[in-house]
């Protein structure tokens, strides 16, 4: 089994910034894509921004300029800088791995972390 483990939410100003930090454990051979995600009350989870092995990443339109995705695949974690933080930033944001477990596995494995909470004021 895999488990991510999020942390770094919390509540914030409107303005602020805020890093979250997601560490993946457990049967990992290698991580292929990893991946955040959010959920406000009300509304579907939605992507936020995801990153690659090699680096490459990609972001929702409403976070491109303000959050930064990067990972360090040494120590199997993803990070999320989130700068100018706004009211509607505020949601549940969760952590997504795509995990090889074994060295023979044709297709990763999906998982999710619990999520953390991020609150911002306006």
């Known amino acids: 089994q895999v488990q991510l483990v999020e942390s770094g939410g919390g509540l914030v100003q409107a303005g602020g910034s805020l890093r979250l930090s997601c560490a993946a454990s457990?049967?990992?051979?290698?991580?292929?894509?990893m991946a955040w995600y959010r959920q406000a009350p009300g509304k579907e989870r939605e992507l936020v921004a995801g990153?690659?092995?090699?680096?490459?990443?990609n972001y929702a339109d409403s976070v491109k300029g303000r959050f930064t995705i990067s990972r360090d695949n040494a120590k199997n974690t993803v990070f999320l800088q989130m700068n100018s933080l706004k009211s509607e930033d505020t949601a549940v944001y969760y952590c997504?791995?795509?995990?090889?477990?074994?060295?023979?596995?044709?297709?990763?494995?999906?998982?999710w972390g619990k999520g953390t909470l991020v609150t911002v004021s306006s």
């Open positions: 990153i690659i092995s090699g680096g490459s990443a």
């Open positions: 997504n791995a795509e995990v090889f477990t074994s060295m023979i596995s044709t297709w990763p494995m999906n998982y």
């Open positions: 457990g049967m990992i051979f290698s991580i292929n894509a």
